[in-house]
């Protein structure tokens, strides 16, 4: 048992969450979700469905964020995150969060969200006209998340690092200058901390539309292991081959279970021994596998729909009472909570 900064939590606390942008992927369960499967029981969990932020570069696709929303919970609960354990929470119906985001927004110096690499290079692959002031300002929002619930560590992809830094510089610079409201949180980082995209570049990522998703049936994991990127160096199966920056191996490290078959593909690939489709196949089973017990899940809860909403709702209930907690302390510190400070 840990006692945070400034209030009487007594199991130390997650928050971690998702932008509804589409189903999720392999991406994430490999660098986010493994975890806090992992940690449910030592965490009290609060899981975001980030649909504020998700605004911030598809303002123009509202139906997409609500229809995510839904998809989101079904793969959570497909993968077997519990919502008696762990809350759910839809961002926008605990309005605190914006509350919380433009109060901080106040005491984050402009360069802090200038030289953020992460946000950067998000910037420069939109097109200029979805670059909206709350694109620019999600990782403070993201900060407010993380605080909200007074969280201790944030499991994420590692693309989500800086972001965490900034909420742990957030965090201090306010205790230091209103009061001891905020604990640290750490960051933990997934077993991939980045998994390739199926088109070979450097992130699965929803919005790229090189994805696996966790809810591909068999016959789409088919086709798009097929027609994946590998080697381009390789032009013929007797040509020796890269297994480094290889999603094709990466995707066998991370979901083949048969370890000594990924190193005898390995080993015949470097040497020229091996042709892409052997391995390809061999990785359709492998991916098949793994994702059949998360779709016969995903198709149990998809057929009760009062559950899901049912699991949002009391996940969403629990954080509001303690957001509008954590938001009194923070007004109070502040001194924007009442009609007589101003004469104190
Ligand atoms: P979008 O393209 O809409 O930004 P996304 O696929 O990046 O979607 P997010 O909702 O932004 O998904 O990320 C949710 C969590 O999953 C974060 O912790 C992020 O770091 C992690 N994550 C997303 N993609 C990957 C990936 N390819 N490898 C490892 N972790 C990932
Ligand atoms: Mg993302």
């Given at each position: 048992m840990t006692e945070s900064v400034g209030s009487g939590i007594t199991i130390k606390r997650i928050l971690t969450g998702i932008r509804p942008t589409g189903a999720l992927h392999l991406g994430h369960y490999v660098g986010a979700l493994e975890n806090w499967l992992r940690l449910q029981d030592q965490y009290e969990c609060f899981f975001l469905i980030a649909d504020y932020q998700a605004l911030?570069?598809?303002?123009?696709?509202i139906d997409l964020i609500r229809e995510s929303v839904r998809e989101v919970t079904l793969d959570w609960l497909a993968v077997g995150l519990d919502p008696d354990r762990s809350a759910f929470v839809i961002q926008s119906y605990v309005p605190e969060h914006a509350e919380l985001t433009m109060l901080l927004s106040f005491i984050t110096p402009l360069g802090m969200l200038e030289r953020n690499p992460t946000l950067k290079s998000e910037l420069d692959a939109l097109p200029v006209e979805r670059r909206s002031v709350g694109f620019f300002n999600y990782p403070m929002s993201q900060v407010a998340d993380i605080l909200l619930p007074k969280a201790h560590l944030v499991p994420v992809g590692d693309d989500q690092a800086p972001h965490v830094e900034m909420t742990r510089e957030i965090a201090r610079k306010f205790n230091r200058m209103f009061a001891e409201v905020f604990p640290e949180p750490d960051t933990l980082i997934g077993r991939i901390p980045r998994l390739r995209g199926t088109d070979g570049s450097a992130k699965m990522s929803k919005s790229k539309g090189n994805v696996i998703a966790l809810s591909d049936d068999a016959d789409t994991v088919k086709r798009k292991v097929m027609s994946m990127y590998t080697d381009p160096t390789r032009l013929r199966a007797s040509d020796p081959g890269h297994v480094e920056g290889n999603p094709l191996f990466e995707y066998h490290d991370a979901f083949n279970q048969d370890t000594a078959q990924v190193a005898d593909f390995k080993a015949r690939y470097v040497a020229g021994k091996v042709g892409d489709v052997e391995v390809k196949k061999a990785l359709v089973e492998a991916l098949n596998r793994f994702l059949a017990p998360i779709r016969t899940r995903r198709d149990e809860y998809a057929a009760k729909p009062q559950l899901v909403e049912d699991a949002l709702m009391e996940g969403t209930r629990r954080t509001r009472k303690i957001a509008a907690e954590t938001m009194r302390e923070v007004r109070a510190a502040m001194r924007?909570?009442?009609?007589t400070t101003v004469w104190e």
């Open positions: 911030g570069d598809h303002f123009h696709e924007i909570d009442s009609y």
